[in-house]
């Protein structure tokens, strides 16, 4: 297993939608963990992070972390056309001080 | 600076020749990390920089992949005799401590033919 897998997709919602992207993750990474978003042919850009089971929520975004069934998942509430892009889910890789990342799910959110 | 900044923005060499990557990354960042991202691919973590030194460089592909980092601020990442495959998107990204917020540099695109 890779260290952080994600369903590449893509994951095609309607506005206003709630847009759902997963994560899975081995027990070769530290239990923190980051989403990145990435528009076309720019930069990825931290967008939200976890480090305890649970929810956290910011804005429309809500995280998700289950450590018992090593997933995470990245809720977006109220999807909007500007929501599409890839969005990476990371985390440290266990020992080090660098992130490892999963290979990005693409949304694509319609008007 | 305000942000990372690498440069240049895009570029296009022949198979065989050299090629030098900067980046500058934000002022007062200690950690600095290179990442590629090829077609298709996620992230693939290249060397990493504490200050000047580079505890881990475990993801550099080949001895013709090198970095240097001065003065705690500029990293240089060089290629020679460039490969198609080095063909990616070469990423740095700066941190100040260890929360891995990474700040991303917009990249330099890499193109061999």
């Known amino acids: 297993q890779k260290e952080v897998e994600q369903n590449s997709g893509p994951l095609s919602v309607p506005e206003g939608a709630i847009a759902s992207l997963n994560c899975t993750y081995s027990d070769r990474v530290s239990q923190s963990f980051f989403w990145y978003r990435q528009y076309s042919g720019k930069s990825p850009e931290l967008i939200m992070s976890i480090y305890s089971n649970g929810d956290k929520e910011d804005g429309r975004f809500t995280a998700q972390l289950n450590k018992a069934s090593q997933y995470v998942s990245l809720l977006i509430r109220d999807s909007q056309p500007s929501d599409s892009a890839t969005y990476l889910c990371?985390?440290?890789?266990?020992?080090?001080?660098?992130?490892?990342f999963g290979k990005g799910t693409k949304l694509t959110v319609n008007p | 600076g305000a942000g990372v900044s690498q440069s240049p923005s895009n570029k296009v060499t022949e198979k065989g020749k050299d090629v030098e990557l900067r980046c500058d990354p934000i002022?007062?960042?200690?950690?600095l990390y290179w990442y590629r991202q090829s077609l298709g691919q996620g992230l693939e973590f290249l060397i990493y920089?504490?200050?000047?030194?580079?505890?881990?460089k475990s993801g550099l592909p080949s001895d013709r992949f090198s970095a240097e980092r001065t003065g705690g601020s500029v990293s240089t990442l060089t290629i020679q005799r460039t490969q198609q495959e080095d063909s990616a998107v070469y990423l740095c990204a700066s941190i100040q401590g260890s929360n891995y917020g990474y700040t991303f540099g917009s990249g330099t695109r890499l193109t061999v033919v």
């Open positions: 920089f504490q200050g000047n030194s580079a505890p881990d």
């Open positions: 990371a985390a440290p890789q266990g020992g080090s001080e660098k992130l490892v």
């Open positions: 002022s007062g960042h200690t950690a």
